[in-house]
């Protein structure tokens, strides 16, 4: 999935991205600026058809078919953003807030809309009593948790959290790390968490996928890749440098060095490249799960 650049050419936002999703799991999707999350979301959400391959949910592709089929595909999906302030309508009551999904997508009684709004609300910790507020009156937790319900309100099977804690601070962070935590074991939620944040996606992914210049580097179990990364821009997250205002951040020779246009995006910064890096890495297996795309790298123990 490509898009223009200022100078005529192309830009590689995603590359050959290909993973599945159990039912149930939580998949972490991480990497730094640039690494293709966001085009993910969108291509996820139903917002932007991609430009090769297909998004598939329960074998249906979001993308094929008839506008009743694709809305119902849709229908399954939610997403939870970065900054409640500016994903919340400011001059909208909560209670309109956490209905407007309903509205659009299944049609019930006000009695059953009302119901589920208190649902909803609870289930994320918020007094009902609080649905004639409008945003501006509430703490940047407190927004999140209406975003939250928001997503909730329709009873979706995936949920898609697009950093969802790294507008807040640390403490309030924390809380709603372990509120998402309990609804998607509560709700049994399937959950794709997208995220720059090392500490945020190991507290809640089953699974993660590294992602950089659009290509997977490293796939495997997340307390396995988190705890003892093998690919070298794996490690780079890991050993990042911490910032309490925005989570984590990437070395500087990662983030002003541009991936190299052909073989392994990587071998423009990478401290163990070769001259075989000339040639694009393909994933492979070190363990049944593991899996790496890295030339250097074919055996944990080896490294």
């Not at 919340?88 to 009551?93: A, E, M, R, T």
């Not at 709603?176 to 992914?205: E, N, Y």
């Amino acid at each position: 999935h490509t898009y223009p650049d200022p100078n005529g050419g192309r830009v590689v936002a995603l590359n050959g991205l290909t993973f599945d999703l159990s039912r149930g799991e939580t998949l972490g999707i991480v990497g730094a600026s640039g690494a293709g999350k966001s085009t993910l979301v969108r291509l996820l959400l139903g917002l932007e058809k991609p430009q090769s391959g297909s998004v598939l949910i329960d074998g249906a592709d979001l993308y094929q078919g008839g506008s009743s089929q694709r809305r119902q595909g849709r229908m399954k999906l939610q997403a939870v953003f970065q900054d409640p302030r500016s994903s919340l309508n400011p001059h909208l009551s909560l209670k309109s807030i956490v209905e407007e999904p309903l509205l659009s997508r299944l049609r019930l009684s006000r009695k059953e809309r009302s119901e589920r709004i208190d649902r909803a609300l609870v289930a994320v910790g918020l007094d009902p009593a609080i649905r004639s507020r409008k945003p501006h009156a509430l703490s940047g937790g407190e927004r999140q948790r209406v975003a939250i319900a928001r997503a909730l309100i329709t009873e979706p099977e995936i949920l898609i959290l697009d950093e969802p804690v790294s507008a807040l601070d640390g403490p309030i962070r924390s809380q709603i790390l372990a509120l998402l935590a309990q609804v998607r074991a509560d709700l049994d939620l399937t959950v794709v968490l997208v995220s720059h944040d090392v500490r945020s996606t190991k507290a809640l992914a089953d699974r993660v996928i590294v992602l950089y210049a659009g290509s997977c580097v490293e796939s495997g179990p997340a307390e396995e890749i988190l705890t003892n990364p093998i690919h070298p821009y794996s490690k780079a997250l890991l050993e990042a440098v911490p910032q309490p205002e925005i989570g984590w951040t990437i070395p500087e020779t990662i983030v002003d060095t541009e991936p190299a246009k052909h073989g392994c995006a990587c071998s423009s910064w990478c401290p163990i490249s070769t001259e075989q890096c000339s040639e694009s890495p393909q994933l492979e297996s070190v363990t049944p799960d593991h899996h790496i795309a890295c030339w250097e790298v074919t055996e944990p123990a080896s490294k």
